[in-house]
Nanobody, 123 residues
C-alpha cells in the first residue's frame, strides 16, 4: 500500500523560505512521476512542480526561479524548497505520485496523494 506523508508547512512572512517534505512508503519502482500541487481557498487546485524518476523537472511559471523540487531516492522522499515566498503562495500543498514515464498537469491523473500541508505567507 503506497502512502505519501507531507510535512514542513507553516506560517512565514513574505520573502521567507520553507521546505516541504513528502515521505513515500510502499513502493520501489524507478519509473514514476511525483509532483506538488496546491489549492488556495476558493481557487482551483494547480500544479506547482513535477519530477520524474530520472530527475527531469518542470515548474509552473508562477514559481519558476523561486521553488525547487528534488528527491532523495535512498530515503524515498520528495522535497519542495520554497524561497522568496509571496502571500499568493498561501495554499494547502499536496504531494502526488503515479507510476508512469511522464507527468500530468491534472491532479486526478495521479493515483496516490497525501493529505496535504498548509503553507501561509503573510505580507
Amino acid at each position: 500500500q503506497v502512502q505519501l506523508v507531507e510535512s514542513g508547512g507553516g506560517s512565514v512572512q513574505a520573502g521567507g523560505s520553507l521546505r516541504l517534505s513528502c515521505a513515500a512508503y510502499g513502493y520501489a519502482f524507478s519509473t514514476y512521476c511525483m509532483a506538488w500541487f496546491r489549492q488556495a481557498p476558493g481557487k482551483a487546485r494547480e500544479g506547482v512542480a513535477t519530477i520524474l524518476g530520472d530527475g527531469r523537472t518542470t515548474y509552473a511559471d508562477s514559481v519558476k526561479g523561486r521553488f525547487t523540487i528534488s528527491q532523495d531516492n535512498a530515503k524515498y522522499t520528495l522535497y519542495l524548497q520554497m524561497n522568496s515566498l509571496k502571500p499568493e503562495d498561501t495554499a494547502e500543498y499536496y504531494c502526488v505520485l503515479d507510476f508512469r514515464p511522464r507527468c500530468s498537469d491534472a491532479f486526478l491523473d495521479y493515483t496516490y496523494w497525501g493529505r496535504g500541508t498548509q503553507v501561509t505567507v503573510s505580507s
